[in-house]
C-alpha cells in the first residue's frame, strides 16, 4: 500500500512552564529526553525538530 502523503519535516513546539529559573537546563534536558523517546520519529524516517518555548512562572506565596 503507498501512502499519498510524506512527511519530510516534523517540528515539535513544547511549552514547558517552571516555577524557578534554577530549573531551566533540567527543562532542556527533559525535552532532550522526548526527542528520543519520540514514537512518530522511531515509527517513520522523518526528521524531528524541537523549538521549545520554557516559561518561567514565579508562583506567589500564599
Known amino acids: 500500500?503507498?501512502?499519498?502523503?510524506?512527511?519530510?519535516?516534523?517540528?515539535l513546539k513544547p511549552i514547558l512552564k517552571i516555577a524557578e529559573p534554577k530549573h531551566v537546563e533540567r527543562?532542556?534536558?527533559v525535552i532532550?529526553?522526548?526527542?528520543e523517546n519520540c514514537r512518530a520519529a522511531k515509527a517513520?524516517?522523518?526528521?524531528?525538530?524541537?523549538?521549545?518555548?520554557i516559561i518561567?512562572?514565579?508562583r506567589e506565596a500564599l
Open 27 to 29: 527543562a532542556i534536558k
Open 44 to 53: 517513520v524516517s522523518t526528521l524531528i525538530s524541537l523549538e521549545p518555548n
Open 56 to 58: 518561567v512562572e514565579a
Open 32 to 35: 532532550d529526553m522526548s526527542k
Open 1 to 11: 500500500m503507498e501512502s499519498r502523503f510524506l512527511f519530510k519535516k516534523f517540528i
